[in-house]
């Protein structure tokens, strides 16, 4: 039942939320609903952190346990999501309070917020398929609205209809494939699909073809709210136009689910020794990473650059686990140590592109705030007259350039190592190239940016602005320590992602 309270408190609170609104505005107090929408996410920060070192945990509603009744199970993988699921909100709330003070209706606001987290968490517990697609949904509505909250204009509204609709198409799809599985082994539980898996393989009761095709289902319908190139398009219109708040959680942490629930259904339930799932994600991979490299270096609107910038180093997630799968089915477990190093490169990454990108989001927004425009012309120069937003801005634009000794640096590195450990490999040298080739173009504009925000002469708009509100700038400044804190004590966290990846490939 423990497994269960994080969700619940986040729950709840979205739903005493419109009451408590309510009577803030009868007493006056109307910042009350912030201080709650606050404390939930710090309550339920709280008690997954407690989990720590008493995992795994389970539960099932008995008596309708596994293989047909629904599981939730916590291990180290799906606590270390949660936790940057939870950790990402409770900042994004902070920020909140000043930032959306101008908008109305922000006790849906809130609501829909706890939701869209609740809902990541739920995915992350999930030990089956039919609890992941209700949290997967809950997560997608909550996320859908969010996008057009400010619906007085066209932009969030076209932005969030196309989002919609693709990331509809895109569940559909994955439905389909999940509804295969059942079909062929009676069960959604991953535990049971896995061992049936196996045996139908090896028995041959069912073709090859039928399961690679829902392994493609998968990639593509989890692929969809992960951004995967081509599949990508809703993502550079949502994320501009969505508040920064809310850009900071689609950026951050939502399309990592995506990621997340693509990796675990399929290390979990394919077993990479016998399907070769990961030449797929290579690819998919480095034709992120390029395709959107080329596409942010063509942005004028700070907001867009860093969308497409989310979708390049989604590229390096899947190139990361890409290569720990295929390195297992082409050499077995003599070279598990490889595909070790690739994965925790991976995960590694998932950790720091949420933190950067949440920080670089938040940044943009304090600079729309004050100076109301999202042109990187006309905010040249703002980080002489915003100097904690800009260097928060610029830690966390080296931190994704990968600049040494920075986190982001050895994340890339790992994965980058691991596809040069077996050199007479020849594609994935090739896909090693691809990659390095894409860091230096990424790393480029990223110090362009920096270098254009930084160091040139404020423009005439930019000469009237000021340094955002406090409670905007304590959470960049808590991200931009984070990016600092990650690289100092890089050994725990590398640990931790270790014991996470261990998880993603404890069916190898």
Known sequence: MMILQPIIVLLGAAAIIPLIDLLGKKIGFEKIRDIVAIAAFLIAFIILYSFFGNLPQSFTIDPYGPPLGVELRVDNLSLYMAIIFCGLGLLVS???????????????????????VAGMIGVAFSNDFFNLYVFWEMMCVASYTLVSFRKYKWEPVEAGFKYLVMSTIGSLISLYGISLLYGLVG?????????????????????????????????VGFGVTAAMVPLHTWLPDAHPAAPSSIS?????????????????????????KIFDFG?????????????ANFMALMQKDIKRLLAYSSIVNIGYILVGGG???????????????????????????????????????????????EAKTRAISKLEGI???????????????????GIPPLSGFWSKLFIILASLSIPENN?????????????????????????????????EIVEKVHEAPLSMVFPIIVLAILCILITIKLDLFIKIVELASNNLLGGV
Not at 94 to 116: C, F, H, N, R, T
Not at 338 to 366: D, E
């Open 94 to 116: 902070i920020y909140s309070i000043k930032y959306m003070e101008v908008d109305s209706g922000l006790d849906k606001y809130y609501s829909l917020l706890l939701i869209l």
């Open 187 to 219: 069960s959604l539980n991953f535990t049971k699909l896995h061992s049936a898996i196996e045996t139908i393989y090896g028995n041959g009761s069912a073709p090859l073809s039928l399961l690679y095709l829902v392994i493609c289902m998968i990639i």
């Open 248 to 272: 900071a959680m689609l950026s951050g942490v939502v399309i990592k689910t995506g990621v997340y629930a693509m990796f675990r259904s399929l290390f979990t339930i394919f077993h990479p």
């Open 279 to 291: 030449t797929i994600l290579m690819l998919f991979g480095v034709l992120t990473i390029t395709i």
């Open 323 to 369: 290569i720990g799968a295929y390195v297992l089915t082409h050499y077995g477990l003599k070279e598990a140590s490889i595909a070790g190093i690739a994965i925790i490169g991976s995960l590694l990454h998932i950790l720091n592109h949420a933190i950067s990108k949440g920080l670089l989001f938040l940044c943009s927004g304090c600079f729309t705030h």
């Open 383 to 401: 980080g002489k007259k915003m100097p904690l937003s800009g260097l928060s801005l610029s830690i966390g634009l080296f931190n994704l350039a």
């Open 427 to 459: 594609f994935m040298l090739a896909i090693s190239i691809i990659v390095i080739l894409n860091s230096i173009f990424a790393a480029s504009y990223y110090l362009w940016l920096t270098q254009r925000i930084m160091l040139k002469k404020p423009t």
